[in-house]
């Protein structure tokens, strides 16, 4: 049974200062006996003027080393700051960059799942010139990632992302091995109650709430992405409130037994 949790799922904790990416690291292996992580970004990286920066190779090299030492493998990085396509074009060349960096340092991780968005924010659709430098840039670090093994794509995030026929669109004219959908179960704003199934042959990677545990439509979601041959990790990522270990205690077991 292939199970992980979002680094986001202790972002509270994480700015609470109660948690650092090492001490997640340590939670994932020894409190829930997990051999898998889905790294994310904003728990390692500095935030300059609303952009994550990377820390030196010397900090990936030591994360790098603590996954080693807990034989845990990177399932999925979440990537943000490196978005394709924003409503300021003059961010794409920092967009850009941000981008080419941090798959260099997924690649020093190990991650076999890497999520860049396309949009993000409140961009409820793109144009076709938009959809065009979308696909292609897709295209070129799906060619990369071949290189390694890896698997790269968007989120059904936010924005133009909630819409499961368009996240389909993008995936058949990139048509490529490498490319994957992080699939986000239950969140869109358009087809809701298809959006899981209708996206469901490129899934790489998993993402499950409370919301839509609580909701009771995970069962349904597993189902289609096996009918879909979907053999990758089924990830919590959920924040809550307060209680975090043992909310995400709550969300395991019912995954768990959803699966079973």
């Known amino acids: 049974m292939k199970l992980s949790i979002g680094g986001y799922s202790f972002h509270n904790s994480r700015v609470a200062d109660i948690m650092d990416v090492f001490g997640y690291l340590e939670t994932a292996k020894h409190r829930y006996r997990l ?14 003027n609303g952009f994550p920066v990377l820390p030196d190779e010397g900090v990936i090299r030591k994360i790098r080393e603590a996954l080693d030492e807990r034989e845990l493998v990177v399932a999925n990085i979440c990537l943000d ?12 060349d920092r967009l850009n960059q941000n981008a080419l960096l941090h798959l260099q340092a997924s690649e020093t991780l190990g991650a076999k799942t890497v999520r860049i968005d396309f949009c993000m924010g409140n961009k409820q659709d793109i144009t076709e010139a938009e959809f065009e430098f979308i696909v292609n840039t897709y295209r070129t670090y799906c060619d990369r990632a071949a290189q390694l093994g890896y698997i790269v794509g968007p989120e059904n995030h936010m924005g133009a992302a909630l819409n499961p026929h368009l996240l389909k669109r993008i995936a058949e004219a990139v048509d490529h091995p490498n490319f994957g959908i992080l699939l986000h179960m239950g969140r869109w704003t358009t087809d809701i109650e298809n959006g899981d199934a209708i ?10 709430d409370d919301k839509s545990i609580n909701a009771g439509k995970v069962a349904g979601s597993i189902g289609s992405l096996i009918d879909a041959g979907y053999d ?8 809550a409130k307060g209680n975090q270990y043992a909310e995400i205690e709550w969300a395991l077991s019912t995954v768990k037994r959803l699966l079973q």
Not at 36 to 48: H, I, P, R, S, T
Not at 199 to 207: E, G, Y
Not at 232 to 239: D, R
């Open 81 to 92: 700051g490196t978005h394709l396509v924003d409503d300021d074009p003059s961010l794409q």
């Open 199 to 208: 996206v469901a042959p490129w899934v790489m990677h998993t993402h499950i």
């Open 232 to 239: 990758g990790h089924w990830a919590i990522e959920y924040n």
């Open 35 to 48: 051999n898998a992580v889905d790294l994310w970004n904003g728990f390692f990286c500095k935030q300059e």
